[in-house]
């Protein structure tokens, strides 16, 4: 997952301002208004404000409940907090089952089995991140770090620096 510049970081609040009036105009949300959500809830998480975050994303997928981009970012988010490991794993498994090939899900599964010292599985699918998004840093530094716990220094060393070829 990317985050933004400093010059986005700066334009996050506005940002919040024009999806709330945007959800307050929807009145009754349904479904078709999760990706609103979904970004209004990035741009919290980012500002680090995580229980405002954690609210819209959560009511996202109560209108949505099966929606791979929000199971993803939530689950990713809540991996990368320490918090509901078990829940948030579910749900990237969850949107790893509805999107296979898409490399942000990919690679969150992959830190996810990172994460809990599953590394051999892990490894599996950060390289599969890596070739369906070659170019990104956050997927390339992933892979690094897997491959750094499996004793596979060298290999970690070149993905770190492709890593920072990419940022």
Not at 10 to 30: C, D, I, M, N, T
Not at 131 to 154: A, E, F, I, Q
Request: aromatic fraction near 8%; glycine fraction near 6%; hydrophobic fraction near 40%.
């Amino acid at each position: 997952m990317t985050t933004p510049g400093p010059s986005g970081r700066r334009r996050l609040p506005e940002a919040v301002e024009v999806y709330s009036q945007a959800l307050a105009r929807a009145g009754e949300l349904s479904g078709k208004h999760w990706p609103i959500l979904l970004a209004r809830g990035s741009c919290y998480e980012r500002m680090n404000k995580w229980e405002r975050a954690e609210a819209d994303l959560r009511h996202a997928l109560q209108i949505k409940p099966d929606q791979p981009d929000v199971l993803n970012y939530l689950g990713f988010s809540m991996l990368t907090r320490n918090m509901h490991l078990e829940e948030a794993y579910n749900m990237v498994e969850r949107a790893l089952a509805a999107r296979p090939n898409d490399p942000q899900i990919v690679d969150s599964m992959g830190w996810a089995l990172y994460l809990i010292g599953k590394y051999e599985e892990a490894v599996e699918h950060m390289e599969k991140a890596v070739s369906l998004l070659p170019s990104d840093p956050v997927v390339n530094d992933h892979l690094g770090d897997v491959y750094w716990r499996l004793g596979r220094k060298t290999e970690a060393r070149f993905q770190w620096e492709r890593s920072l070829t990419y940022s």
